[in-house]
């Protein structure tokens, strides 16, 4: 957080539209961005078909004392199927002292009555530790999701790691992952205190043989098994979103009343092998 006086801004930031449909444990990506714009970002990274080969854009960390639009894509003017109850929005992903919020509100936008906010990053990254510092609102059928993602609109085979905060229950959070589009590896975990109350560090360790996630710095979860560990490139994914269908895994939608909010006051990742790059790093403590 930065000690700068009180400021907010909305990101003025939009993009060209992309889609992602629904699977049976809920929303699954299928995503990404036109051929123009793929064309104009073909300085990306094409992940090879070996795991072993996996290539990677450079650590960072993004403290949001700024928004960097080198860095950030922001979802603006579609939705995600009919499964989804709101259009992403520009107008929903803001900076606030350090703070960047992606917002959900009752606003009418083409054919949904609300409105919602996504980012995902420009470059893919590989093995490495992922990790977010961030605080969830609460409301049944919404969706607040740290991931990353890669998938057939970027010729790529569907491969995604989750943290899902499914803020009908912000005591838990859900993690999961997609290999070659196949899931069923989904496990709720507990967040002390509850997503909501506080920020809290959320973050995944992917190496060539393990995935393991991580809850305010222990560890929730562990895959070994080669069938079910990503072998590509993957872009970074924060957002808000909310649906009126998904009853089973999100519960049943009621109109907040106000604008909700996923809060990121931090984001990070360290390449495999590369030191940690802030103290509160998990990569300090974890190899």
């Known amino acids: 957080m930065n000690s700068n006086p009180k400021t907010m801004s909305t990101i003025a930031t939009g993009g060209t539209p ?13 995503s990404a961005i036109s051929a123009l714009l793929l064309a104009a970002l073909g300085s990306l990274v094409t992940a090879p078909a070996h795991a072993q080969d996996i290539q990677s854009s450079p650590s960072f960390v993004d403290d949001f004392t700024s ?9 603006d003017g579609w939705s995600n199927g009919s499964h989804q109850n709101c259009t992403w929005s520009k107008g929903l992903v803001a900076l606030s002292d350090g703070v960047l919020s992606l917002g959900f509100e009752k606003q009418k936008l083409k054919d949904r009555d609300y409105a919602c906010g996504e980012i995902q990053t420009k470059q893919r990254f590989g093995y490495g530790t992922y990790e977010a510092r961030m605080k969830t609102d609460t409301g049944s059928g919404l969706n607040a999701a740290f991931f990353s993602y890669i998938g057939p ?3 790529q085979p569907w491969d995604e790691i989750d943290f899902e905060v499914l803020t009908k229950d912000t005591s838990k959070v859900q993690v999961n992952a997609y290999i070659a589009g196949k899931g069923n590896n989904e496990k709720l975990v507990d967040v002390a205190g509850g997503a909501e109350k506080a920020f809290n560090d959320y973050a995944f360790v992917w190496q ?18 080669p069938a079910k560990l990503p072998t590509h490139a993957q872009k970074i994914f924060f957002s808000l979103w909310g649906s009126d269908k998904m009853t089973g895994w999100m519960g ?5 009343g106000r604008k909700l909010t996923l809060e990121i006051d931090r984001v990070a990742f360290t390449a495999l092998g590369e030191p940690c790059q802030f103290p509160e ?5 974890v190899k």
């Open 18 to 30: 992309f889609t992602r449909l629904a699977g049976q444990a809920g929303l699954r990506r299928l």
């Open 67 to 75: 928004f960097n639009r080198e860095r950030w894509y922001v979802s």
């Open 153 to 155: 609109s970027d010729k």
């Open 208 to 225: 060539k043989d393990s995935l393991r996630w991580y809850v305010n710095g222990q560890l929730v979860n562990t895959i070994t098994d």
């Open 252 to 256: 049943a939608f009621a109109d907040p």
């Open 281 to 285: 790093s998990l990569a300090c403590s």
